[in-house]
Nanobody, 122 residues
């Protein structure tokens, strides 16, 4: 069964940190690139970060570059998003996704999690 489950969201003050996790089934995780996306109320979904299967290639949205770090542990079928120096504009529901291609385009991803809420207070 295809499954992606995010965790680690919550409420944090501006300047704080959170680490999101996304646990996947082996079938979903194996040989797939992984991505993080987010959607704020009233806004379209936007790309955050993506990582290749071996973890050697990573790409970030300009808005999070230098503050967020994507990583993965293939032995645990888990991808992480370390978020530092959080800003109120980072408030959104964060989704992880799996797909064959490391991409900024959400349409390139085949599988999606249910999302986890991140709220950053000013």
């Amino acid at each position: 069964q295809v499954q992606l489950v995010e965790s680690g969201g919550g409420l944090v003050q501006a300047g704080g940190s959170l680490r999101l996790s996304c646990a996947a089934s082996a079938r979903t995780f194996s040989n797939n690139a992984m991505g993080w996306f987010r959607q704020a109320p009233g806004k379209e979904r936007e790309f955050v970060a993506t990582i290749s299967w071996y973890g050697s290639s990573k790409y970030y949205a300009d808005s999070v570059k230098g503050r967020f770090t994507i990583s993965r542990d293939n032995a645990k079928n888990t991808v992480y998003l370390q978020m530092n120096s959080l800003k109120p504009e980072d408030t959104a529901v964060y989704y992880c996704a799996a797909g064959r291609t490391r991409s900024e385009d959400g349409d390139d991803y085949l599988y999606w999690g249910q999302g986890t809420q991140v709220t950053v207070s000013s």
